[in-house]
């Protein structure tokens, strides 16, 4: 079985830490969680609470291994949001507390943030900058919002915010949030994708030594994948998408990206994972059969329309073209196996086929991949973005194509980019065909 990231033990680095952040959780959750059930005011957004622990412990706080000041964020909130996303709060606190060991995934982006996982791989911490605190803490009014009105958002969900600190340390802010990808699982291929092609590949020589890397917009064009939905669930998945991104247009938010995770069905049998497939997709088994169709729930009609935005990505795989085919990879990964009953991420539409969103035809039978789909790092502002691509990208670029696309078009752009490269395979090849003929 692999393991993804590093284990964070006793010798480890960042065990302080680590443990300081899960004993804070632990605390502050439970604490929260205690207490009877109430309507949010509008002071809950706000709110913050600070918390200190050392080793005699005092009449407020338990003692702990370590001195550290915790500070919990808008807890009612984040317990409302649990709620929504229907995480049970006993399992939420095992998850995160109930041995410390986390796996540290290290800094997969740029930005220096540190990703750690649960023991059990259902959550994500993920320490972020000040300025996405504060971001956070400004817009999670509306976020809130509208997770209630959309259930089903691609949205990251957040549990959580809270902020650690030892003494003569840095402050360190984190959010705890979903792991889109689930344990159980093998994920073929990783994609974090933005709609832009500047700075948006990942070299393939990599891909060798590091199998599992996400790989970027000019990857997936160059091996002309698509999002496979046919229209049923297309409709569905474009609704949702648009809406979200508005509500990021609106926060003058950007730099986000859709991440795409692919479980490939038939890959998974060829790695013997037939009895679990066959379990997972078993209507008997209290799982979702293979004639199940998305039930639309909250979702409104909408009759999609992109053929410029195909066209222009049409002309972008020409060009791609002419670069040497690139093998598909073949990345296993075998995760802890539990195969959970009930998970409440069923009731989500996009998280509804065994944790993803399974591909259809062009007659909404359905494909032979799960798509595990998210909009993920979501909290750069406008005005931070701008200052970050002036240090990432500030003297090495054609001043035209770094400059600061604002966030309106920068959503225009996202939406575009996904709607021209999801198609039935039905559709991919008729279209293909079309485009070869003389
Ligand atoms: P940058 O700002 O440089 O893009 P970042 O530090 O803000 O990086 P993210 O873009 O949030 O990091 O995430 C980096 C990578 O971590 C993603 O491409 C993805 O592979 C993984 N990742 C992030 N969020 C999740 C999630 N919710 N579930 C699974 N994987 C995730
Ligand atoms: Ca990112
Ligand atoms: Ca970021």
Same mark, same amino acid.
């Given at each position: 079985r692999v393991v993804i990231g590093t284990k964070v033990d006793q010798?480890?680095?960042?065990w302080v830490m680590a443990y300081n952040m899960l004993t804070g959780i632990r605390f502050t959750v439970s604490r929260t969680n205690a207490k009877f059930d109430r309507e949010l005011t509008e002071a809950d957004f706000q709110a913050k609470h600070k918390f200190s622990f050392d080793v005699t412990g005092n009449e407020l706080t338990p003692s702990a291994k370590y001195d550290f000041k915790f500070k919990d964020y808008a807890p009612w909130v984040f317990r409302h949001l649990r709620a929504k996303f229907k995480l049970d709060p006993a399992d939420y606190l095992m998850s995160l507390t109930s041995k410390y060991i986390l796996s540290e995934l290290g !800094?997969?982006? %740029?930005?220096g943030s540190f990703f750690y996982f649960s023991r059990d791989y259902k959550y994500i911490i993920k320490t972020i900058h000040h300025a996405e605190h504060k971001f956070l803490r400004k817009i999670l009014k509306e976020y809130y919002q509208h997770v209630e009105q959309n259930?089903? #958002?691609?949205l990251s969900q957040f549990y959580g915010l809270h902020r650690v600190k030892v003494p003569y340390g840095p402050k360190i802010h984190f959010v705890v949030m979903n792991n &889109?990808?689930?344990?159980?699982? +093998?994920? =073929?291929q990783t994609f974090d994708l %933005? *709609?832009?092609?500047?700075?948006?590949?990942? %070299?393939?020589?990599?891909l060798e030594k590091n199998p599992r890397a996400t790989l970027k917009d000019l990857n997936w064009l160059r091996r002309d994948? =698509?999002?496979?939905?046919g229209p049923e669930k297309r409709r569905i998945f474009f609704e949702q998408m648009e809406r979200d991104v508005r509500l990021l247009q609106r926060l003058k938010i950007m730099d986000y990206s859709m991440l795409v995770g692919i479980h490939d069905l038939r890959k998974g049998n060829q790695e013997n994972l037939r009895d679990k497939t066959l379990q997972v997709f078993q209507? *008997? *088994?209290g799982s979702p059969g293979d004639d199940m169709g998305p039930d639309g729930r909250g979702m409104l009609m909408r009759t999609p329309s992109k053929l410029e935005s195909a066209r222009k990505a049409r002309e972008l795989r020409q060009t791609l073209k002419q670069e040497k085919p690139v093998p598909m990879a073949h990345t296993g990964s075998r995760m802890? +196996? #539990? &195969?959970?009953?009930? #998970?409440?991420?069923? +009731?989500?539409i996009f998280y509804s086929d065994d944790g993803g969103f399974r591909a259809t035809h062009e007659d909404d039978s359905p494909g032979d991949e799960i798509f595990f789909l998210s909009i993920i790092d979501? &909290? !750069?502002h406008y005005g931070l973005a701008k200052k970050l691509e002036h240090l990432w990208k500030g003297l090495s670029n054609d001043k035209k194509l770094i400059s600061p696309i604002s966030p309106e078009p920068y959503g225009d752009r996202f939406i575009d980019f996904i709607e021209s490269i999801t198609k039935s395979p039905e559709e991919a090849t008729r279209e293909a065909q079309s485009a070869s003929r003389p």
């Open positions: 010798n480890h680095q960042n !800094t997969p982006g %740029k930005s259930p089903n #958002t691609l &889109l990808f689930p344990p159980h699982r +093998d994920i =073929h %933005k *709609g832009s092609t500047v700075g948006r590949n990942f %070299k393939e020589e990599e994948m =698509h999002l496979e939905f209507p *008997g *088994g802890p +196996d #539990t &195969l959970e009953e009930n #998970t409440p991420k069923r +009731d989500f979501c &909290l !750069t």
